[in-house]
């Protein structure tokens, strides 16, 4: 906004000025070389499109990641905690899982659907709109993958203060 802004205010006052030396005597050709004599041009270097979208998307498809990951990682910690008797995550029979296979199997499981869901959401939405993209798949693996394990262990660490699920009242 603020290089469209300043756009209008130098081209309003050029124009004005421009006026007003054609007023004081001067051809048009003689007031545009004195009220422009160098051109200004734009170079937009990391938003060559000049839109939102080219910038904006990525960012908020990140974070619809990152937040859909962590809310239902809470929602299905509240609603284990419901149906489990004693009202925790990790069952209290020490013949059924031990808590690291337990979280390394819950992990595993949310990082291959969220995996999927990226590679759809940061590879072929961008390219299905024609938006630019600088980083291939496997640039973009090398991104994303720290980024949902660490969105998930966040997402687990949480999961301890939800006690139940949110109901609608």
Known sequence: MITGTSFVAIETGSQIQINNLINSG????????TANPLKFVDNAMANQAGGFASYGLPAALILIIQQTLI???????????????????VPTDRKQLGTFRLVT?????????????????????????????????KELSALITPFILSSIFLGMTLSVIFKKRGKAQ
């Open 26 to 33: 001067l051809t048009e050709y003689q007031a545009e070389i």
């Open 105 to 137: 199997g819950k992990a595993a499981a949310y990082f291959t659907i969220y995996a999927l869901l990226s590679i759809y959401m940061l590879g072929m939405i961008p390219k299905w709109f024609g938006y630019g993209q600088s980083a291939d798949f």
């Open 71 to 89: 809310i239902a990682i809470g929602i299905l910690a509240g609603t284990a905690r419901e149906h489990n008797y004693s009202g925790t995550l």
